[in-house]
């Protein structure tokens, strides 16, 4: 993964999707549809998307039995989106069925879809992980357990926040892709994201790719937006 922005497409239907879209006629966009857009429209919008030549990210962040996930996620491979998710407190088996899943589903010749494991929504604060959760560790050891166990199950990487991405790093090797959500500039508002970071912060920490929604999407000019974004997480890459 080349280092993407992906941009949170939560519309709730195509039209807006499109507006939005048609105002990148130049660039090649790595797009993420999540439950809002997927749900109301179904999964023909994501061939619409790929007739633009835009990357997906299907974002339904999948958490259920083994089987229920091995099948859904033999669906979705179909579809031919470059990355889709599950939630890693689904366990190891279920994330080792969603893999297998993907793997029969993919069509002969083509690559299977890339997944990774929400491990803590950056939605998250420790306080809130402890007290609703009822876990002990601190939020930077559950995001880090959660993301041995996707490795164990041969997962390609996690969602989590820029906050962690180095003592992943650490333990997990730098291959192992972290995606992060919960981008703001420091203009923007926090909204109900609890772990934030910039662009900036988030590629001093090494991270493998960002995810954008609000910030760009409800901007009074998106396309300015989303190269002011981009310009602050290209920055100067070590
Ligand atoms: O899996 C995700 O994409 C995700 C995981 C997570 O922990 N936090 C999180 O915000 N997201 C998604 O990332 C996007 C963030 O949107 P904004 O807060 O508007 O930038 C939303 O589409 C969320 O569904």
Known sequence: ??????????????????????????????????MELFYQEGPQIIQEIKDKEHQIFLDLKLHDIPNTVYSAMKGLAKLGCDLVNVHAAGGKDMMMAALEGLEAGTKAGEVRPSCIAVTQLTSTSEQQMRSEQLIEATLQESVLHYSLIAQEAGIDGVVCSSH???????????????????????????QDQKRVATPDEAREAGVSAIVVGRGITKAEDPYASYQAYKQAWEGVRI
């Open 1 to 34: 993964m080349n280092h993407p922005l992906i941009v949170a497409l939560d519309f709730s239907n195509k039209n807006e999707v499109f507006q939005f879209i048609d105002q990148f006629q130049d660039e090649r966009l790595f797009v993420k549809v999540g």
């Open 164 to 190: 962690e991405v180095k003592i992943l790093h650490h333990h997990l090797g730098k291959e192992f892709l972290t995606v992060t959500p919960g981008i703001r500039l420091n203009s923007d508002l926090v």
